[in-house]
């Protein structure tokens, strides 16, 4: 008995992390108690010796605290949080209202491309969703738009941030696999957009078969001459494109790499709110306390993983997971949608930096060995797996019960929104995904084709 559980520890350590994740302890503590807890068992097993927490010391060292990649990750989060404060997504929801009053379901397009915009300014899924539920939520109650259509489509837009770059989780996947953060956001920038039109497309078609699920804006609405109209343009939808182009134009035209362009897009920010004069020290201190508590956060989370992964890998984990893969019998597909399908399960229990932080490291290597001919390159197959990983964890925002976006929307929403209200208007937009997931996998040239073109 004692030797089966010797031989199957990692599996061990997935069903104690299971446990514990439930118990409201802090991510990051549970993941680095785990790894520490079994290291020691280890230890008393005689399958880990003890020098070896010393090298955890080092990979948290090298890997987190000595990596210049995971300088984007504060700046990126400083950006998101000054554009929060500083009006632009307040005037850019207006403005996008005035441009598309006259299509069917209008506002809540309205939101989905405001959504898009967003995420590509900046990658915070909380901020976004929270920020145009109380923007936009209330707007659409009060043109008697259908609940769940309206809730559904700010929480489905307010998630892409997690895939558009540029991505916290993206700078995080693309320092796991040891590849190129620019060439990972070049990739994930046609499956974002995918995604969203497949959004557009979807309120568009339903709103026009069903005109009472979206009543039309009045035609009043916005500004009466074009002076007007060109200063709400100028104001209003100009500063996001612009730091757009700032942040990602400058990565992909590589003038800077994107820790770089992390700065320029906090600096563009911090300009934007001087320019809505929104700028003061209140204003800032409540930006920098808030960066520095969620950058807190989520390298401690880093800490914890290393690690968990570590001890996992030390004990054989990854040799136990390529052998099962490898025993089910199942080609390279079959293998692909089994870890597709374990990644979208779990995205209805845990967090997405969870999943990534502790999965990532496990799949690569099975994906390394995979040969999917003529379909996809060996050399883009990290990659394409990678967007594949993106586009599937951003359900896990809305997926119940523990859909965060969900949480967050609920949180500030009005009292008549009820939480199932909110579960049944993300179950069409969670099919979306999965339809926009399988383009992606049946056509990897939608997430390959750009960074090909660009690097040739």
């Known amino acids: 008995m004692l030797d089966i559980f010797i031989d199957y520890m990692p599996l061990f350590m997935f069903l104690v992390l299971a446990i514990f994740l439930f118990s409201g302890y802090p991510v990051a503590a549970v993941l680095g108690g785990i790894g520490l807890g079994f290291g020691y068992l280890g230890v008393f097993l005689d399958v880990f010796v003890p020098i070896e927490f010393f090298n955890i010391v080092g990979r948290i060292w090298s890997g987190i605290a000595d990596n210049l990649v995971l300088v984007a990750i504060p700046m990126f989060i400083f950006m998101g949080t000054m554009l929060e404060k500083s009006g632009v997504a307040r005037d850019l929801l207006f403005c996008l209202q005035v441009l598309l009053r006259r299509v069917p379901g209008g506002l809540a397009l309205s939101v989905t491309v405001m959504g898009t915009i967003m995420a590509a300014t900046t990658g915070i899924i909380g901020a976004s969703v929270v920020m145009m539920t109380l923007m936009a939520l209330p707007v659409m109650l009060h043109r008697q738009y259908n609940i769940p259509l309206a809730t559904g489509s700010i929480a489905a837009s307010g998630t892409l941030g997690i895939l558009i770059p540029p991505s916290i989780m993206l700078v995080i996947m693309a320092d796991l696999l040891g590849r190129s953060v620019g060439n990972l956001f070049v990739a994930a920038v046609f499956p974002g957009f995918l995604l969203a039109s497949i959004y557009s497309i ?98 401690f989370i880093f800490i914890g993983a290393t690690a968990f992964s570590y001890v996992f890998r030390s004990l054989g984990g990854d040799d136990i997971v390529i052998e099962f893969v490898e025993s089910t019998g199942f080609g390279p597909w079959g293998i692909l949608f089994i870890l597709m399908m374990i990644v979208f399960l779990l995205g209805f229990f845990f967090d997405w930096i969870e999943i990534t932080l502790i999965v990532l490291p496990v799949f690569a290597p099975i994906i390394e060995l995979l040969d999917f001919g003529d379909h996809v390159a060996k050399i883009d197959l990290v990659y394409w797996f990678a967007i594949l990983i993106a586009v599937n964890l951003q359900t896990s925002f809305l997926t119940p019960p523990f859909g965060f976006a969900l949480f967050y929307m609920k949180g500030v929403a009005p009292p008549e929104v009820k939480i199932q209200q909110i579960y049944r208007g993300i179950i069409p937009f969670v099919i979306l995904q999965v339809i926009g997931l399988g383009l992606v996998m049946a056509f990897p040239q939608i997430a390959l084709w750009l960074p090909g073109k660009l690097l040739n």
Do not use: C, D
């Not at 916005?222 to 200063?231: A, H, T």
């Not at 906090?266 to 960066?291: M, Y």
């Open 202 to 299: 979807y309120i568009l078609t339903i709103t026009s078969i069903k005109p009472s699920l979206a009543p039309p804006l009045p035609a009043e609405l916005g500004p009466q001459n074009r002076k007007e109209f060109w200063v709400m343009i100028f104001r209003g939808l100009v500063p996001p494109v612009l730091l757009i182009v700032l942040v990602l134009g400058s990565i992909v035209a590589g003038w800077a790499t994107p820790t770089e362009a992390s700065g320029v897009g906090a600096a563009g920010a911090v300009l934007l709110a001087i320019a809505n004069r929104r700028l003061n020290l209140k204003t800032l201190r409540a930006v920098v306390e808030r960066s520095a508590l969620t950058g807190a956060m989520l390298f």
